[in-house]
């Protein structure tokens, strides 16, 4: 089983469309959790970290359920700039200095 | 602005050539920093942490001696991709931890990315 798994997409969605990534991950001990945004050839960036009473960041929405081992990202009125691939980002047993990443959900928005 | 930067970001090198890429910390101390690699569609994987003025440490099945890292500086690791081969094409993405610097997140700061093609 992979460390972090997140769905395969391609999402393909038309604009002002709402959209939702999930995301699991294996390790009970997981401490910090986080979805960044990688476009294509470029290095991933961090979109937003995700806190067990969930957290809203203008358009986008996470959340975070410890005892299911599962993690959200929800994109309300999508624009086409958020076309891009979401990692799902869980840090193992060295904290922030051992971030474990998801294979990535890749978005595309659609005028 | 970038406080990580990759060189070069794009290479092209025929098969049994060594390829060095470099990674700088621009205005902070890296004592740590990290290296993944990432194959299309893929996740990023950790490849090795390299420490400044100690032996990097390998992730399980990368081969330190294909993979030479070297921590000269505390703001300079390189990666030095030897005798590549076709099948080490990839994405190479260096990152360190904020460390010193103000920063208004806890993560790591990541590299450009350094893409790598071996024909």
């Known amino acids: 089983r992979k460390e972090v798994e997140q769905d395969p997409g391609p999402f393909n969605v038309p604009e002002g469309a709402t959209v939702a990534f999930n995301c699991t991950y294996s390790n009970s001990a997981s401490q910090s959790f986080f979805w960044y945004r990688q476009d294509c050839r470029k290095e991933p960036k961090l979109l937003m970290s995700?806190?067990?009473s969930g957290n809203e960041d203008g358009r986008f929405t996470a959340q975070l359920n410890r005892a299911s081992q599962y993690i959200s990202l929800l994109i309300r009125d999508s624009k086409l700039s958020d076309s891009a691939t979401y990692l799902c980002v869980v840090t193992g047993r060295g904290g922030n200095n051992d971030m474990r990443f998801g294979a990535g959900t890749r978005l595309t928005v659609k005028p | 602005g970038a406080v990580v930067s990759q060189h070069p970001s794009w290479v092209i090198c025929k098969s049994g050539t060594s390829v060095k890429i470099e990674c700088r910390s621009l205005?902070?101390?890296?004592?740590?920093m990290f290296w993944y690699r990432q194959f299309p569609k893929q996740s990023l994987m950790l490849m090795a942490t390299?420490?400044?003025?100690?032996?990097?440490?390998?992730e399980q099945g990368v081969e330190k001696d294909k993979f030479l890292i070297n921590h000269a500086s505390l703001t300079l690791s390189t990666l030095t991709v030897t005798s590549a081969h076709p099948e080490d094409s990839s994405f190479y993405i260096c990152s360190a931890p904020p460390g010193s610097r103000r920063a208004y997140t806890d993560t790591q700061y990541f590299g450009p990315g350094t893409r790598l093609t071996v024909l």
């Open positions: 995700v806190y067990s």
């Open positions: 390299s420490n400044e003025g100690s032996k990097a440490t390998y």
């Open positions: 205005d902070f101390q890296a004592t740590t």
